[in-house]
């Protein structure tokens, strides 16, 4: 199974993206999706992660700003993000880790937010 992020790209400061992960196909035992994202020198960070339950969890620097949000049936994850501001670029990885700890990364979109 493979993770594919899309939606990336240039915005200017105050603007929003939506990226999307989409899986290649059913990853058994799946319980956590979510976002990571990493910049030039620094480790990778999480953004923001959703439980099979539905709760979510944010980085204090995107709370209120992000969302993230899962279509069960389509087998996607997205991440809405609005009032982008220029620390947010960086690469995004879409996640996914099972009940027995394998974990799933996706390829990675670059998203630059220009001031």
């Known amino acids: 199974v493979q993770l594919q992020a899309s939606g990336g790209g240039l915005v200017q400061a105050g603007g929003s993206l939506t990226l999307s992960c989409a899986a290649s196909g059913k990853i058994v035992g799946v319980n956590v999706r979510g976002w990571y994202r990493q910049t030039p020198g620094k480790e990778r960070e999480l953004v923001a992660l959703?439980?099979?339950?539905?709760?979510?969890n944010y980085a204090d620097s995107v709370k209120g700003r992000f969302a993230i949000s899962r279509d069960i049936r389509a087998n996607t994850v997205a991440l809405q993000m609005n009032s982008l501001i220029p620390e947010d670029t960086a690469v995004y990885f879409c996640y996914a880790k099972t009940n027995y700890d394998r974990v799933y990364w996706g390829q990675g979109t670059q998203v630059t937010v220009s001031s």
């Open positions: 959703i439980l099979n339950n539905g709760l979510t």
